[in-house]
Protein backbone atom coordinates (compact mmCIF):
# COMPACT_ATOMS: atom_id res chain seq x y z
CA UNK A 1 0.00 0.00 0.00
CA UNK A 2 1.34 3.68 -1.17
CA UNK A 3 0.43 6.67 0.56
CA UNK A 4 -2.86 8.16 0.10
CA UNK A 5 -4.45 4.97 -1.46
CA UNK A 6 -8.62 5.23 -0.97
CA UNK A 7 -9.44 1.98 0.19
CA UNK A 8 -12.80 1.34 -1.50
CA UNK A 9 -15.28 -1.27 -0.53
CA UNK A 10 -16.49 -2.15 -3.84
CA UNK A 11 -13.76 -4.50 -4.99
CA UNK A 12 -13.97 -6.42 -1.25
CA UNK A 13 -17.76 -6.41 -1.95
CA UNK A 14 -17.43 -7.67 -5.74
CA UNK A 15 -14.36 -10.82 -4.39
CA UNK A 16 -17.33 -11.90 -1.67
CA UNK A 17 -20.33 -12.14 -4.37
CA UNK A 18 -18.04 -13.68 -6.77
CA UNK A 19 -17.02 -16.49 -3.83
CA UNK A 20 -20.83 -16.86 -3.25
CA UNK A 21 -21.96 -16.79 -7.22
CA UNK A 22 -19.68 -19.95 -7.24
CA UNK A 23 -21.20 -21.53 -4.37
CA UNK A 24 -24.97 -20.31 -5.54
CA UNK A 25 -24.09 -21.51 -9.14
CA UNK A 26 -23.05 -25.40 -7.60
CA UNK A 27 -26.14 -25.14 -5.15
CA UNK A 28 -28.23 -24.64 -8.16
CA UNK A 29 -26.97 -27.21 -9.81
CA UNK A 30 -28.12 -29.69 -7.32
CA UNK A 31 -31.81 -28.14 -7.37
CA UNK A 32 -30.76 -26.05 -4.11
CA UNK A 33 -32.03 -22.80 -3.68
CA UNK A 34 -31.08 -20.07 -0.95
CA UNK A 35 -33.76 -18.62 0.51
CA UNK A 36 -34.75 -16.02 3.34
CA UNK A 37 -37.15 -14.58 5.53
CA UNK A 38 -37.23 -10.61 5.51
CA UNK A 39 -39.50 -9.70 8.42
CA UNK A 40 -40.57 -5.95 9.09
CA UNK A 41 -43.14 -4.43 11.00
CA UNK A 42 -44.46 -0.65 9.78
CA UNK A 43 -43.41 1.31 6.95
CA UNK A 44 -40.59 2.80 7.97
CA UNK A 45 -38.63 4.52 5.24
CA UNK A 46 -35.15 3.55 6.30
CA UNK A 47 -36.71 -0.12 7.19
CA UNK A 48 -38.41 0.29 3.56
CA UNK A 49 -35.01 1.80 1.93
CA UNK A 50 -32.86 -1.04 3.29
CA UNK A 51 -35.43 -3.73 2.24
CA UNK A 52 -35.40 -2.74 -1.21
CA UNK A 53 -31.45 -3.01 -1.17
CA UNK A 54 -31.74 -6.78 0.42
CA UNK A 55 -34.35 -7.74 -2.16
CA UNK A 56 -32.43 -6.12 -5.20
CA UNK A 57 -29.25 -8.15 -4.05
CA UNK A 58 -30.59 -11.12 -3.39
CA UNK A 59 -32.33 -10.95 -6.98
CA UNK A 60 -28.73 -10.36 -8.20
CA UNK A 61 -27.38 -13.14 -6.64
CA UNK A 62 -30.13 -15.52 -6.88
CA UNK A 63 -31.09 -15.41 -3.35
CA UNK A 64 -35.18 -16.30 -2.94
CA UNK A 65 -36.56 -13.38 -0.26
CA UNK A 66 -39.71 -13.77 1.36
CA UNK A 67 -40.63 -10.25 2.72
CA UNK A 68 -43.31 -10.67 6.07
CA UNK A 69 -44.69 -7.31 6.85
CA UNK A 70 -46.84 -6.84 9.79
CA UNK A 71 -48.76 -3.91 10.73
CA UNK A 72 -47.04 -1.59 13.37
CA UNK A 73 -50.07 -2.98 15.90
CA UNK A 74 -49.19 -6.40 15.37
CA UNK A 75 -48.47 -8.25 19.10
CA UNK A 76 -45.45 -10.07 20.38
CA UNK A 77 -47.02 -13.20 20.77
CA UNK A 78 -47.99 -13.09 16.62
CA UNK A 79 -44.71 -12.09 15.62
CA UNK A 80 -42.86 -14.76 17.57
CA UNK A 81 -44.72 -17.12 15.80
CA UNK A 82 -44.25 -16.18 12.20
CA UNK A 83 -40.36 -16.07 13.33
CA UNK A 84 -40.47 -20.06 14.72
CA UNK A 85 -42.80 -21.44 11.69
CA UNK A 86 -39.15 -19.94 9.68
CA UNK A 87 -37.18 -21.36 11.95
CA UNK A 88 -39.20 -24.81 10.98
CA UNK A 89 -39.57 -24.29 7.47
CA UNK A 90 -36.09 -26.27 5.99
CA UNK A 91 -36.50 -24.05 2.97
CA UNK A 92 -36.00 -21.22 4.68
CA UNK A 93 -32.27 -21.07 5.56
CA UNK A 94 -31.55 -17.32 7.01
CA UNK A 95 -33.88 -15.19 8.79
CA UNK A 96 -33.92 -10.53 9.06
CA UNK A 97 -35.62 -8.92 11.25
CA UNK A 98 -35.67 -5.43 11.66
CA UNK A 99 -34.81 -3.15 14.33
CA UNK A 100 -35.59 -1.42 16.11
CA UNK A 101 -39.08 -2.56 16.64
CA UNK A 102 -41.89 -0.20 17.35
CA UNK A 103 -42.31 0.02 21.00
CA UNK A 104 -44.75 -2.06 22.72
CA UNK A 105 -43.02 -5.11 21.02
CA UNK A 106 -40.56 -7.30 23.00
CA UNK A 107 -37.64 -7.22 21.19
CA UNK A 108 -35.47 -9.16 23.31
CA UNK A 109 -37.70 -11.90 23.41
CA UNK A 110 -38.12 -12.00 19.58
CA UNK A 111 -34.30 -11.59 18.57
CA UNK A 112 -33.68 -14.46 20.73
CA UNK A 113 -36.79 -16.51 19.04
CA UNK A 114 -34.69 -16.75 15.66
CA UNK A 115 -32.66 -19.82 15.39
CA UNK A 116 -29.03 -18.82 16.17
CA UNK A 117 -28.62 -20.98 12.64
CA UNK A 118 -30.53 -18.58 10.44
CA UNK A 119 -29.52 -15.43 12.38
CA UNK A 120 -27.46 -13.67 9.76
CA UNK A 121 -27.41 -10.61 11.26
CA UNK A 122 -26.07 -11.48 14.42
CA UNK A 123 -29.71 -10.56 16.54
CA UNK A 124 -29.74 -13.25 18.71
CA UNK A 125 -27.19 -12.62 21.48
CA UNK A 126 -26.08 -16.43 21.33
CA UNK A 127 -24.48 -15.68 18.23
CA UNK A 128 -22.78 -12.39 19.80
CA UNK A 129 -21.69 -14.36 22.37
CA UNK A 130 -19.86 -16.45 20.27
CA UNK A 131 -17.66 -13.14 18.77
CA UNK A 132 -17.02 -12.38 22.57
CA UNK A 133 -16.00 -16.45 22.84
CA UNK A 134 -14.11 -16.05 19.21
CA UNK A 135 -15.83 -19.23 18.43
CA UNK A 136 -16.26 -19.18 14.74
CA UNK A 137 -19.36 -21.30 14.08
CA UNK A 138 -22.03 -18.34 14.38
CA UNK A 139 -22.48 -15.21 12.58
CA UNK A 140 -20.66 -12.27 13.36
CA UNK A 141 -22.46 -8.53 12.97
CA UNK A 142 -21.77 -7.46 9.82
CA UNK A 143 -20.49 -4.19 9.77
CA UNK A 144 -17.60 -5.07 12.22
CA UNK A 145 -17.24 -8.04 9.91
CA UNK A 146 -16.79 -5.67 6.83
CA UNK A 147 -14.42 -3.62 8.91
CA UNK A 148 -12.20 -6.99 8.69
CA UNK A 149 -12.80 -8.13 5.41
CA UNK A 150 -11.47 -4.59 4.52
CA UNK A 151 -8.36 -4.86 6.56
CA UNK A 152 -7.84 -8.54 5.23
CA UNK A 153 -8.60 -7.45 1.32
CA UNK A 154 -5.92 -4.64 1.47
CA UNK A 155 -3.89 -7.23 3.41
CA UNK A 156 -3.02 -4.59 6.39
CA UNK A 157 -1.30 -6.44 9.37
CA UNK A 158 -2.74 -7.04 12.55
CA UNK A 159 -0.81 -8.96 14.36
CA UNK A 160 0.70 -7.04 17.29
CA UNK A 161 -0.37 -3.87 15.48
CA UNK A 162 -1.75 -1.15 17.50
CA UNK A 163 -5.80 -0.21 16.64
CA UNK A 164 -7.54 2.26 18.20
CA UNK A 165 -11.41 1.82 17.56
CA UNK A 166 -13.40 5.40 18.61
CA UNK A 167 -17.03 3.59 19.49
CA UNK A 168 -18.11 1.17 21.72
CA UNK A 169 -21.73 0.51 20.47
CA UNK A 170 -22.85 -3.36 20.79
CA UNK A 171 -23.12 -3.09 16.65
CA UNK A 172 -19.99 -1.79 16.14
CA UNK A 173 -17.09 -0.84 18.89
CA UNK A 174 -17.57 -3.64 20.95
CA UNK A 175 -17.62 -6.73 18.66
CA UNK A 176 -15.27 -5.71 16.67
CA UNK A 177 -12.51 -5.08 19.27
CA UNK A 178 -13.36 -8.52 19.76
CA UNK A 179 -12.63 -9.51 16.50
CA UNK A 180 -9.36 -7.25 16.04
CA UNK A 181 -8.41 -9.11 19.40
CA UNK A 182 -8.87 -12.42 18.23
CA UNK A 183 -6.54 -11.17 15.02
CA UNK A 184 -3.82 -10.57 17.72
CA UNK A 185 -3.98 -6.73 17.73
CA UNK A 186 -3.90 -4.67 20.45
CA UNK A 187 -6.82 -2.83 20.97
CA UNK A 188 -7.53 0.67 22.09
CA UNK A 189 -11.38 1.34 22.40
CA UNK A 190 -12.50 4.92 22.65
CA UNK A 191 -15.56 7.02 23.65
CA UNK A 192 -17.14 10.12 23.98
CA UNK A 193 -15.10 10.19 27.67
CA UNK A 194 -11.77 8.97 26.42
CA UNK A 195 -9.19 12.14 27.31
CA UNK A 196 -7.23 13.15 24.63
CA UNK A 197 -8.09 10.50 21.81
CA UNK A 198 -5.73 11.91 19.00
CA UNK A 199 -2.93 11.10 21.39
CA UNK A 200 -3.96 7.39 21.08
CA UNK A 201 -5.39 7.72 17.39
CA UNK A 202 -1.73 9.36 16.65
CA UNK A 203 0.30 6.07 18.24
CA UNK A 204 -1.97 3.83 16.37
CA UNK A 205 -1.64 1.90 12.90
CA UNK A 206 -4.83 1.16 12.27
CA UNK A 207 -7.87 3.37 13.74
CA UNK A 208 -11.22 2.63 12.90
CA UNK A 209 -13.77 5.57 13.43
CA UNK A 210 -17.55 5.06 14.13
CA UNK A 211 -18.54 8.43 16.32
CA UNK A 212 -21.19 9.77 13.98
CA UNK A 213 -20.43 12.91 13.51
CA UNK A 214 -19.48 14.70 10.24
CA UNK A 215 -15.75 15.44 9.08
CA UNK A 216 -15.03 15.37 12.94
CA UNK A 217 -11.52 14.17 12.49
CA UNK A 218 -8.82 16.02 10.61
CA UNK A 219 -5.17 15.13 9.75
CA UNK A 220 -3.81 16.10 13.24
CA UNK A 221 -5.63 12.57 14.45
CA UNK A 222 -3.18 10.07 12.60
CA UNK A 223 0.28 8.91 12.16
CA UNK A 224 1.63 8.89 8.46
CA UNK A 225 1.70 5.60 8.46
CA UNK A 226 -2.07 4.84 9.69
CA UNK A 227 -4.92 2.87 7.77
CA UNK A 228 -8.12 4.69 8.66
CA UNK A 229 -11.66 2.55 8.19
CA UNK A 230 -14.39 5.29 8.38
CA UNK A 231 -17.00 3.90 9.64
CA UNK A 232 -19.39 6.64 10.04
CA UNK A 233 -22.43 7.69 7.79
CA UNK A 234 -23.48 11.50 7.98
CA UNK A 235 -25.95 13.06 6.11
CA UNK A 236 -25.12 16.22 5.44
CA UNK A 237 -25.95 19.71 2.75
CA UNK A 238 -22.79 17.94 1.17
CA UNK A 239 -24.17 14.62 0.95
CA UNK A 240 -23.34 11.73 2.73
CA UNK A 241 -20.10 12.32 4.28
CA UNK A 242 -18.05 10.34 6.67
CA UNK A 243 -16.33 10.97 10.42
CA UNK A 244 -13.14 11.53 8.74
CA UNK A 245 -12.43 14.96 6.40
CA UNK A 246 -11.72 12.74 4.36
CA UNK A 247 -10.26 14.88 1.29
CA UNK A 248 -7.68 16.62 3.96
CA UNK A 249 -6.81 13.30 5.44
CA UNK A 250 -6.17 10.98 2.53
CA UNK A 251 -2.79 12.90 1.72
CA UNK A 252 -1.79 12.16 5.01
CA UNK A 253 -2.25 8.78 5.87
CA UNK A 254 -1.45 5.57 4.21
CA UNK A 255 -5.22 4.51 3.07
CA UNK A 256 -8.10 5.37 4.09
CA UNK A 257 -11.89 4.17 2.90
CA UNK A 258 -14.01 6.45 1.56
CA UNK A 259 -17.56 7.50 2.31
CA UNK A 260 -19.74 6.59 0.24
CA UNK A 261 -18.02 3.61 -0.94
CA UNK A 262 -16.40 2.38 1.53
CA UNK A 263 -17.81 0.11 4.34
CA UNK A 264 -21.10 0.63 3.90
CA UNK A 265 -20.57 -1.30 0.56
CA UNK A 266 -19.31 -4.25 1.83
CA UNK A 267 -21.95 -4.59 4.94
CA UNK A 268 -24.80 -5.61 3.04
CA UNK A 269 -22.85 -8.45 1.21
CA UNK A 270 -21.56 -9.54 4.31
CA UNK A 271 -25.07 -10.18 5.18
CA UNK A 272 -26.02 -12.55 2.07
CA UNK A 273 -22.51 -14.12 2.42
CA UNK A 274 -23.99 -15.28 6.16
CA UNK A 275 -27.48 -16.08 4.42
CA UNK A 276 -25.17 -18.71 1.49
CA UNK A 277 -23.42 -20.21 4.95
CA UNK A 278 -26.36 -21.38 6.73
CA UNK A 279 -27.83 -22.65 3.88
CA UNK A 280 -24.33 -24.20 2.64
CA UNK A 281 -24.69 -25.63 6.53
CA UNK A 282 -28.22 -26.67 6.22
CA UNK A 283 -27.65 -28.67 2.91
CA UNK A 284 -24.56 -30.66 4.68
CA UNK A 285 -26.88 -31.51 7.87
P1 LIG B 1 -23.78 5.03 18.49
O1 LIG B 1 -24.42 3.91 19.21
O2 LIG B 1 -24.34 6.41 18.59
O3 LIG B 1 -22.23 5.06 18.96
C1 LIG B 1 -21.40 6.15 18.74
C2 LIG B 1 -20.11 5.91 19.50
O4 LIG B 1 -19.25 6.99 19.25
C3 LIG B 1 -20.31 5.83 21.01
O5 LIG B 1 -19.46 4.83 21.55
C4 LIG B 1 -19.90 7.22 21.50
O6 LIG B 1 -19.37 7.25 22.79
C5 LIG B 1 -18.81 7.54 20.49
N1 LIG B 1 -18.64 8.99 20.33
C6 LIG B 1 -19.58 9.90 20.01
N2 LIG B 1 -19.02 11.13 19.95
C7 LIG B 1 -17.71 10.98 20.23
C8 LIG B 1 -16.62 11.86 20.33
N3 LIG B 1 -16.75 13.17 20.13
N4 LIG B 1 -15.41 11.35 20.64
C9 LIG B 1 -15.26 10.02 20.85
N5 LIG B 1 -16.25 9.14 20.77
C10 LIG B 1 -17.47 9.61 20.47
O7 LIG B 1 -23.68 4.73 16.94
P2 LIG B 1 -23.49 3.34 16.15
O8 LIG B 1 -24.80 2.70 15.94
O9 LIG B 1 -22.39 2.56 16.78
O10 LIG B 1 -22.98 3.89 14.73
C11 LIG B 1 -21.84 4.70 14.65
C12 LIG B 1 -21.72 5.29 13.24
O11 LIG B 1 -21.54 4.23 12.31
C13 LIG B 1 -22.95 6.07 12.78
O12 LIG B 1 -22.52 7.15 11.97
C14 LIG B 1 -23.69 5.07 11.91
O13 LIG B 1 -24.47 5.69 10.92
C15 LIG B 1 -22.54 4.32 11.31
N6 LIG B 1 -22.86 2.95 10.85
C16 LIG B 1 -22.37 2.59 9.65
C17 LIG B 1 -22.60 1.31 9.17
C18 LIG B 1 -21.99 0.90 7.85
O14 LIG B 1 -22.33 -0.15 7.32
N7 LIG B 1 -21.08 1.69 7.29
C19 LIG B 1 -23.36 0.42 9.93
C20 LIG B 1 -23.82 0.80 11.19
C21 LIG B 1 -23.55 2.08 11.65
P3 LIG B 1 -20.28 6.94 24.10
O15 LIG B 1 -20.42 5.46 24.14
O16 LIG B 1 -19.47 7.47 25.23
O17 LIG B 1 -21.57 7.66 23.90
Do not use: W
Request: glycine residues 8%.
Amino acid sequence: MFMGQELKGGPVAAAIRAEMTEKIEKFKERGQQVRIAVFRVGNREDDLAYERRVLSNCEKLGIKADVLAFEENVSTPELKEAIEKANQNRQIHGILLFRPLPRGLDEALLVESIDPKKDIDCSNPENLNKVFQGQKDGFYPCTPEAVMEILKFYQVPLQGARVAVVNRSMVLGKPLSMMLLSANATVTVCHSKTKDIAGITKESEVVITGVGKADYFDEGYFHQQAVVIDVGINMTEKGLRGDVDYERVLDHVRGITPVPGGVGAVTSTILLRHAVEAAERSFHE
